[in-house]
């Protein structure tokens, strides 16, 4: 009984409680605060799976983070910030940095189809092909990846921490579709609920 009455106020009062938390109880996706991941970069941000893109720095993560499969709408990791830190390129393993950390907003996903490589985690695989269980691919269009990888390093492992998007600068922009959301922006850290998950997770 304790736990429940902490879940239930956790979560935002606009949403159907009980409803929203066996959702995301039910739904299997894996949605840490912190961790290590991979991060690689993508162009073409306009219309994110969020329903809403934004000016500020900002990022797909992998499926079974983001909490809805593509054209299911917005997942729980929508709006949510964090503090992502490259630590070592797999392709160049010699390479000791300069690394850098910036703080983006997920807006988009990366799904499993067609991703295998970096965003292929599923219930039955937790990890990438790089060994790792969470992956950020940062947008190009907003300069996440100009400020996050070094010249000539396209691609990284390091750490993450979800943090208070007042530590992010940028905005949002209107909805593009209805049903979308970045109510992880005024949320509690995971595990507490914002957006919600949807359906399943990639099994």
Known sequence: MKLSIL?????????ALGA?????ATGGYVQNPSGSASFTMYSGCGAPACGKSATGFTAA???????????????DACGRCFAVTGTRDPFSPQFTGPFHT???????LCPVQGNQEWCGQTTAQSTNQHGEAVHFDL???????????PSGHGALTGTYSEVSCSQWSGSDSGNLFNGACLSGESAGNWPAVSCGNKGTAPS
């Open 20 to 24: 929203q938390f066996e959702e995301r």
């Open 7 to 15: 879940a239930w106020i956790a979560l935002p009062p606009s949403v």
């Open 61 to 75: 993560i992998n499926q079974l983070s983001f909490g809805a499969a593509p054209g299911s709408g917005a997942g």
């Open 102 to 108: 910036v703080v983006v907003k997920v807006t988009d």
């Open 139 to 149: 947008c190009e269009d907003t300069g996440a990846a100009n400020a996050f990888f």
